[in-house]
């Protein structure tokens, strides 16, 4: 299972757990998506939005919500990308990363009405899934784009992506409005979707990646250091919003 | 007050500590460490949001249902997040106590920053590259007596169990036995949880 399909198994565990504890309905669907992902897509987000509102209900009625703590266990037992000192001092190294997450799949919680989120938004990508390169006319096109699964040599200086930032800007002033991008392939690279969104998009859905329209769906690959990277700036828009 | 907000990082998983953690990583850093993975997080033309408290506050509450159900909440980063002590505790007093807050810090700032942060964080995580004066001034380019100074007073004032330090093995800086004798120092000093990692290099 890929970091990103982990992360969003423990999120999902962790959202059932609190409905269970606090006798929220709550049916989540599966997903179906194959490829790399950030581990977060809009149904998921609309899922904690959902039981986010269904609490504030709760506690607006008078009645005890209990959220704290409930669901310590799933992180206790889910080492992603920790350091492994740290991991021993707290003695979960060596534990399971997958077992804690086993739940039924469709559970229907007690005495609960299935929940059926809005519609989801696309979360899949394309049928021919466009990679870094492809989109970029001939013009701007000033170095050779990555493989995917491959890193190119001059992209891995030690604690420097900056060269990362101009090409990823390059492919954006590549594309046209409304499409979407799905970035792989690299390793030590974090695409930090907030920062852009705080700059460009009026905030309706957060966790958006979108520079000039463009929704960007960046995936990497884990090298056990990728998290202490952080890859946030220079994703602005043209007219720097 | 505002602060320059570089970026916020979410669902971070066992990461930066207990639980689902969001980072949030301000502008501004006292080093100039050789292998800086962020050196955008000093440079003068970064993109950054000024934003106050309540502001930031507001964006990140978003998963305030992750933070308490596994003990996790925000981790401040950077840059230098100590660079803000009175941002952080305006932070503090609105999300409250149950979020679990934590700092990763140089400590290579004024005491009183410190202290007053001390009264907001819970954990620290200190980057403290080298005890070695010399292989930190090569390193970082600054000195560390205040570094030194800072971590014996907190470890005082919140206690070992609070804080974690970094011990990095930095190519070409130091070696292994340069780390071990940080760590030997650090432990008579009182402190008792290490991170024990090699910066990576081309």
């Not at chain 2, 998963?63 to 840059?79: K, M, Q, R």
């Amino acid at each position: 299972m890929n970091k990103g399909k982990r992360k969003c198994e423990i999120l999902k565990t962790i959202r059932c757990q609190v409905a269970k504890k606090n006798g929220i309905p709550y049916t989540y669907t599966e997903c179906t998506y194959q490829g790399e992902c950030r581990g977060t897509c809009p149904k998921c987000e609309e899922e904690l939005r959902y039981l986010t509102r269904e609490l504030e209900k709760l506690k607006k009625s008078g009645k005890q919500v209990a959220v704290a703590g409930v669901a310590a266990a799933v992180i206790g037992t889910t080492a992603v990308g920790c350091s492994s000192d740290f991991l021993t001092d707290l003695g979960l190294k060596n534990q399971t990363t997958v077992g804690a997450l086993a739940y039924t799949q469709q559970e229907e919680l007690d005495g609960d009405v299935a929940y059926i989120p809005p519609e989801p938004e696309e979360t899949e990508p394309p049928e021919e899934v466009e990679v870094m390169g492809d989109m970029l006319p001939p013009e701007v096109e000033e170095t050779e784009p990555p493989v995917p699964g491959e890193v190119p040599d001059e992209y891995v200086t030690a604690g420097e992506p900056m060269p990362m930032l101009h090409t990823i800007y390059d492919v954006v002033a590549g594309l046209q409005q409304g499409e979407t991008v799905y970035i792989g392939g690299f390793e030590r690279i974090s695409i930090q979707n907030e920062w852009s969104q705080w700059y460009t998009s009026s905030g309706e859905s957060w966790d958006i990646f979108t520079v000039n329209d463009v929704q960007i769906i960046v995936t990497y690959y884990e090298d056990g250091w990728s998290d202490s990277v952080a890859l946030y700036a220079e994703l602005t828009t043209e007219d720097g919003q | 007050m505002t602060a320059p907000v570089i970026t916020c990082d979410r669902h971070r998983i066992a990461t930066d500590g207990v639980g689902v953690t969001t980072l949030v990583c301000f502008h501004g850093c006292p080093l100039r460490c050789k292998y800086c993975i962020n050196p955008f997080s000093f440079a003068p033309d970064t993109r950054r949001a000024d934003m106050t408290a309540e502001q930031l506050y507001q964006k990140v509450k978003v998963d305030e249902l992750y933070f308490l159900a596994t003990g996790g909440g925000i981790t401040f980063g950077g840059g230098e997040p100590l660079l803000y002590p009175e941002y952080l505790s305006e932070f503090r007093a609105l999300c409250g106590k149950e979020w679990h807050l934590c700092a990763e810090t140089s400590l290579n700032v004024p005491w009183e920053h410190v202290e007053r942060a001390a009264k907001c964080i819970d954990v620290f995580y200190v980057d403290v590259k080298d005890t070695n004066s010399d292989i930190y001034r090569r390193y970082t380019g600054q000195e560390n007596g205040q570094v030194l100074d800072n971590l014996e007073k907190l470890t005082e004032v919140v206690g070992p169990d609070r804080i974690v330090v970094r011990l990095p093995l930095i190519p070409e800086f130091n070696t292994e036995s340069d780390r071990e004798s940080s760590r030997i120092l650090l432990m008579n000093m009182g402190l008792t949880q290490f991170d024990r990692f090699t910066y990576k290099i081309p």
